[in-house]
């Protein structure tokens, strides 16, 4: 007994230490949060700080507290409507003087988010603001976005690399068949390239037509926005050859930057912070580059974009379409219809915009919120559409419950079919000897079989629903779009369209950003004043929420080293090949997604995590075969 006695009583000791380490971590932790305020320096007036260190993205994704409070990097994001809306209150504001766009750790967004912030400063300029931006390097993204501001500035160290939409893929017949993995493709159509890694080692001629032609499209579109933005800028010349420029230059990239007129001033921080000063105010003297600036965040939070009192509620579809619940940044079917079904009951609702920036994800969940936007449009409140950067596949599945469809010309919508994979590996244990038997009762019994591989039947029944998923997409667009089935399967069977073709074939009514969708069901709701003002119908951060997202001050992985983010670029391919692969692989049967559209952010942040310990298992994998 004594001896138990003492064990119990180290136990015990065992337990105390750890509460007492566990509540300095969270105290700790919490006193870290209360002490990091956005706005205990942000000026009053002077200078608007668009700092922006981290992504632009349609519904950023909840910060993970567990991070926080054990002192883990959080990553920024900032939703493109609260931009823009900072951005044009501060051009109507005579406390605002100019407005310092800092790019210095901007990890990029969609094309069409950058193109609508884009036009946002050039509403600030023409309002009088001056407006300034400064980087270490410019890549595509970021220049985008620095090519409307009035002065372009670049550290004597940095540079500006433009690589252009495209990269290579990833195909795994190969590696499938060295494991002795079977992947039980189901699919309708030529353009459904997502299951094209798992069944060949190179792209498929359709497959390589569409894609060339929608990086093409998105080029033009980049080069367009870019070129009139600063027409006086070699842009052409300087991306075909840098190296050119750069040699003449004598292998100064900041010099051959402003030679080709890219950029306005070399200079750095300090620099900067003078030229601000000089713009907005002096700042803390015994600070260098210190300006008199008036924070994002302070700005943000006493010019809000969402009204409680509108009319017009704005739902947002953001992210991988899951089923049941998810997080802010990802779909999940339950949350959005929740979240649509609790301001219809609570708020006195005139109009509806759905905000879609999503590459699609399960046929079920993106059914579920199909219904749930048509039920709001059969009791007569008028549904207008706003596609975001991406709204494809079941994205796009969404779209059709709508009166009328907006878009952007970089939007990458269509993607209209669907397909399955499910893996077996009797290859796999044949080869490491391990047999695999069993009885059953029916043809389906045990199906599918990913020891044995799938009966003909199974193979059949899936194929079917495949089929009968796809016609119902078909018929769902031919209904909405007023286009007869036939034409629907010409354009459909998977492809991908930019949103300049996806309007000159009928896929999308007309151009417009989410404000012009607003101002759509406006019209349409006969809304003036106030009333015309939107409402966000989503679940509002807590407390703790915002302390958390004060915290986050940027990716700690983006580097402003210009180079070091050209390199990160194959990485980034590879972890999210890979986490598509763990997606499809764990997944719905049946999926309408869009594999060949660009990430939204908040799923490229979780490639990384999700592809990890794919990662780790493939070359377990490899090493043992």
Same mark, same amino acid.
């Given at each position: ?452 591989? !799938? ?132 997944? !719905? ?37």
């Amino acid at each position: 007994m004594k001896f138990a006695g003492k064990i119990w009583r180290l136990l015990v000791g065992v337990k105390d230490v750890f509460v007492l380490l566990f509540m300095l971590m969270f105290f700790g932790g919490l006193y870290a949060l209360l002490s990091t305020s956005p706005y205990k320096d942000s000026a009053r007036d002077g200078v608007l700080r668009l700092d922006l260190a981290g992504a632009i993205v349609e519904q950023p994704a909840e910060q993970d507290p567990l991070a926080a409070l054990g002192g883990g990097s959080l990553t920024r994001e900032y939703r493109v409507a609260e931009v823009i809306h900072a951005i044009d209150t501060a051009a109507s504001s005579d406390r605002i003087r100019a407005i310092a766009l800092d790019l210095d750790i901007f990890t990029g967004g969609g094309q069409t988010a950058i193109a609508n912030v884009g036009e946002a400063l050039d509403r600030a300029r023409r309002a009088g603001k001056r407006v300034v931006a400064f980087s270490t390097g410019y890549g595509d993204d970021s220049y985008q976005l620095a090519a409307h501001a009035d002065e372009v500035w670049l550290d004597p160290l940095g540079a500006v690399i433009v690589a252009g939409p495209g990269g290579t893929n990833l195909y795994y017949a190969g590696l499938l068949e060295r494991l002795g993995v079977t992947a039980n493709v189901y699919r309708v159509g030529a353009f459904k390239s997502a299951v094209e890694p798992y069944t060949r080692s190179d792209m498929s001629p359709e497959a390589r037509a569409n894609a060339q032609a929608l990086v093409d499209a998105l080029w033009g579109t980049w080069r367009q926005d870019v070129g009139q933005a600063r027409p006086r800028a070699q842009l052409a010349a300087y991306v075909q050859d840098p190296a050119r420029f750069i040699q003449a230059a004598n292998g100064d990239m900041a010099r051959a930057a402003l030679n080709a007129r890219l950029v306005d001033r070399i200079g750095d921080r300090a620099a900067f912070g003078r030229r601000m000063a000089e713009l907005g105010g002096a700042g803390n003297e015994r600070v260098p580059g210190s300006y008199r600036a008036v924070h994002y965040d302070a700005w943000v939070d006493e010019h809000r974009v969402s009204e409680a009192s509108g009319r017009i509620g704005v739902l947002t579809v953001a992210g991988t379409i899951v089923d049941g619940r998810a997080a802010l940044g990802t779909a999940g079917a339950e949350t959005v219809v929740e979240n649509l079904e609790e301001g219809l009951r609570e708020r006195d609702l005139r109009a509806l915009v759905v905000r879609v920036d999503s590459p699609g994800g399960s046929t079920l969940a993106s059914e579920r919120i199909r219904r749930a936007i048509q039920s709001v449009r059969e009791r007569g409140i008028p549904v207008v559409i706003s596609m975001g950067s991406v709204a494809a596949s079941g994205g796009y599945w969404i779209a059709t419950a709508g009166d009328v469809i907006l878009a952007e010309p970089s939007t990458i919508t269509g993607s209209i079919g669907v397909f399955g994979v499910l893996p077996s590996f009797e290859g796999t244990l044949r080869r490491i000897g391990v047999g695999a038997d069993g009885v059953g009762t029916t043809p389906l019994s045990g199906q599918p079989d990913l020891f044995r591989g !799938p009966n003909a039947q199974t193979d059949r029944l899936l194929q079917m629903g495949v089929d009968s998923t796809y016609r119902r997409f078909v018929w769902l667009v031919s209904r909405a779009r007023n286009l007869a089935p036939q034409r629907v399967h010409e354009i459909g069977q998977g492809r991908v369209w930019d949103g300049g073709a996806a309007r000159q074939l009928g896929l999308v009514d007309r151009f417009g950003s989410l404000d012009d969708a607003i101002a759509e069901a406006a019209r349409r709701a006969s809304l003036e004043g106030g009333d015309a003002r939107p409402v966000y119908l989503e679940k509002e951060p807590g407390f703790l929420a915002e302390l958390f997202r004060n915290m986050a001050q940027g990716d700690s992985q983006a580097s402003r080293d210009p180079f070091a983010r050209l390199a990160r670029r194959p990485e980034a391919m590879l972890e999210r090949a890979l986490a598509d692969a763990q997606a499809l692989l764990a997944g !719905p049967a049946i999926q309408a997604r869009c594999l060949e559209c660009p990430m939204p952010a908040p799923v490229r942040r979780a490639t990384a995590h999700a592809s990890q310990g794919l990662i780790e298992r493939l070359l377990a994998w490899v090493w043992r075969g």
